[in-house]
């Protein structure tokens, strides 16, 4: 398979981040508080609207998408992610919203086809 055509990440990221960052709010503007029936439902929702905001903008490259969703207070967090892959073509970045109640991060990686 041919890699002509084929984007690079990059050129996607920002305007991917900023379309996931404005879908995360639609999403979870009416989470008012963090429950695990919440996340169980509202998580696999965020995760597929990503991915097909993603697929809007280029069908060049596989996507995942990596949620997180806590309650918000004074326990900490950390999530890491590690990848190998071609730089030049694949990439990755993160969104983030926050409300009185929640934290949700979610990590788009995506790799060329």
Request: with cysteine; hydrophobic share 35%.
């Amino acid at each position: 398979m041919s890699m002509e055509g084929v984007e690079n990440f990059s050129s996607l990221a920002a305007q991917g981040q900023e379309k996931i960052q404005n879908r995360l709010r639609e999403l979870l503007k009416g989470v008012v508080q963090y429950t695990q029936q919440v996340a169980d439902e509202v998580m696999p929702r965020v995760c597929d609207a990503c991915i097909e905001e993603m697929c809007n903008l280029s069908s060049d490259f596989k996507y995942i998408a990596n949620g997180f969703l806590k309650q918000k207070g004074e326990s900490g967090s950390y999530l890491c992610n590690s990848t190998f892959w071609d730089t030049e073509k694949d990439g990755a970045f993160s969104a983030r919203y926050e409300n009185g109640s929640i934290i949700c991060q979610v990590t788009i990686f995506a790799t060329a086809i």
